[in-house]
């Protein structure tokens, strides 16, 4: 399994779009929508501030899907260096327990 990133593939099943790139997909709609608006003279406050609540929201929700893919892909990585899982060349340090006082 690899992370996000533009044509790696998750599971060998399809491929992972990385946010940087579905962000842009979304910015470049907007701006669509907002020339062809202004082609038909129909562009107005309303249309701008609709275009910037979706571009702000769909941003919002694509940070967050990337963060949770990063910390499950860290974590999986992490548990399976425990379990004595292969490394593939990372080194793993032990931390010694704490001194009791």
Do not use: N
Not at 12 to 17: A, D, F, N, Q, R
Not at 19 to 33: G, S
Request: charged residues 25%; hydrophobic residues 45%; glycine residues 14%.
């Amino acid at each position: 399994m690899r992370s996000e990133g533009t044509g790696e593939w998750v599971d060998g099943s399809e491929p992972v779009i990385g946010a940087q790139e579905r962000l842009a997909d979304v910015l470049a709609a907007a701006v669509e929508v907002a020339a062809e608006s202004g082609e038909s003279g129909t562009y107005t406050a309303e249309v701008a501030r609709t275009l910037t609540a979706v571009v702000g929201k769909v941003g919002a929700r694509i940070a967050v899907e990337a963060e949770t893919r990063g910390f499950r892909s860290g974590w999986g990585e992490a548990i399976a260096l425990a379990s004595g899982g292969t490394d593939d060349g990372a080194q793993v340090f032990r931390m010694a327990a704490a001194p009791e006082q």
